[in-house]
């Protein structure tokens, strides 16, 4: 074990990728299993890859807000092609209501008009009068995303098994599950 902790984390979706890397990072020798034949299998593929931690805050509990804050800049830190333009909510006249309640909800946002979001998103121009952005969001493909952790997973040692080579585990002394790929 060379005093370093075995690590086994089952799913390759964004939750065990994010996890699998960040643990290697911390010196743990990990191994990650996932039982379909490639990266991100599951929801991660099909995400939108928002990364907006401040319009989350509108139903995610305060700590789970807390814990997301830097999330632009770990991913930044990490994967190519992050975006950091920000984040436009916008509502049609008749729910603008919607959008006050939204903004009760949230923070880090600057109230915008008509001109604002014509500048925003041209292509929105004459459409919505009134909208909410968020400066500091960004957004991330996942499709590139996955592939680029499963590499930083890889240059730090970290090892993959294929749904062929399915981990026997057992527990050690020490508490942690130890893959036998
Ligand atoms: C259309 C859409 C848009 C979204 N947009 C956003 C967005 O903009 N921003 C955002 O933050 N979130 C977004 N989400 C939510 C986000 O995609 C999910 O919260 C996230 O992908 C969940 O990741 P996960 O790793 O937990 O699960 P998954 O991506 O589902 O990964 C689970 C993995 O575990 C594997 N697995 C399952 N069971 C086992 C097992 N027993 N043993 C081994 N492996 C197993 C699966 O094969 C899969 O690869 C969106 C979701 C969808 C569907």
């Not at 290697?24 to 039982?35: F, I, M, P």
């Not at 992050?82 to 946002?109: C, K, N, Q, Y």
Request: charged fraction near 20%; charge should be positive; aromatic fraction near 8%.
């Amino acid at each position: 074990m060379n005093g370093k902790p075995h690590i086994l984390v089952k799913g390759a979706g964004v939750a065990g990728l994010t996890a699998a890397v960040t643990l290697a990072e911390r010196g743990g020798v990990v191994t990650l299993y996932d039982c379909a034949d490639r990266v991100g299998a599951g929801a991660s593929w099909m995400a939108g890859g928002m990364l907006a931690p401040w319009c989350e805050a509108e139903s995610a509990p305060a700590e789970v807000t807390a814990q997301s804050v830097d999330s632009v800049d770990w991913w930044a830190s990490h994967v190519p092609g992050v975006v950091r333009e920000g984040s436009l909510v916008l509502a049609p006249a008749r729910d603008v209501g919607e959008l006050a309640r939204f903004g009760r909800r949230t923070s880090h946002f600057q109230n915008v008009g008509e001109a604002d979001i014509a500048r925003l998103e041209p292509d929105l121009a004459g459409r919505f009068q009134k909208g909410l952005f968020f400066a500091d969001e960004g957004h991330v493909d996942p499709r590139k995303a996955l592939p680029a952790l499963a590499e930083s997973l890889a240059r730090l040692g970290g090892r993959w098994l294929w749904p062929q080579r399915r981990p026997r585990m057992r527990r050690h002394l020490t508490g942690w599950w130890i893959a036998q790929g």
